[in-house]
Nanobody, 118 residues
Framework: QVQLVESGGGLVEAGGSLRLSCAASGRAFRFYTMGWFRQAPGKEREFVAS???????YYEDSVKGRFTISRDNAKNTVYLQMNSLKPEDTAVYYC????????????WGQGTQVTVSS
């Protein structure tokens, strides 16, 4: 069983930056694909970014060039650096782990709130 704990959310002005962290338990973390998702009020949860165990990254179009996902396997942690934040980035951000069993993202954190003021 893998537990994920996010941190780093908060209130920031438009144009500002935040870095989210997701600490994972378990030695298998290094083999997982890790992702960040977000859910804004009244909207469905959406994909933001992911990083494979080999370090290949994918981004949702609206965050390309502004957000960067990275991982530190020695620390069992995945990061989401968010720059040039916009009010429409306001959401609860979730970290997720895909153990590559074919079932997708099986493990989820509790979420961290990001609020961007205009």
């Amino acid at each position: 069983q893998v537990q994920l704990v996010e941190s780093g959310g908060g209130l920031v002005e438009a144009g500002g930056s935040l870095r989210l962290s997701c600490a994972a338990s378990g030695r298998a973390f290094r083999f997982y694909t890790m992702g960040w998702f977000r859910q804004a009020p009244g909207k469905e949860r959406e994909f933001v970014a992911s990083i494979t165990w080999k370090g290949i990254t994918y981004y949702e179009d609206s965050v390309k060039g502004r957000f960067t996902i990275s991982r530190d396997n020695a620390k069992n942690t995945v990061y989401l650096q968010m720059n040039s934040l916009k009010p429409e980035d306001t959401a609860v951000y979730y970290c997720a782990g895909d153990p590559r069993t074919g079932r997708g993202f099986d493990y989820w954190g509790q979420g961290t709130q990001v609020t961007v003021s205009s």
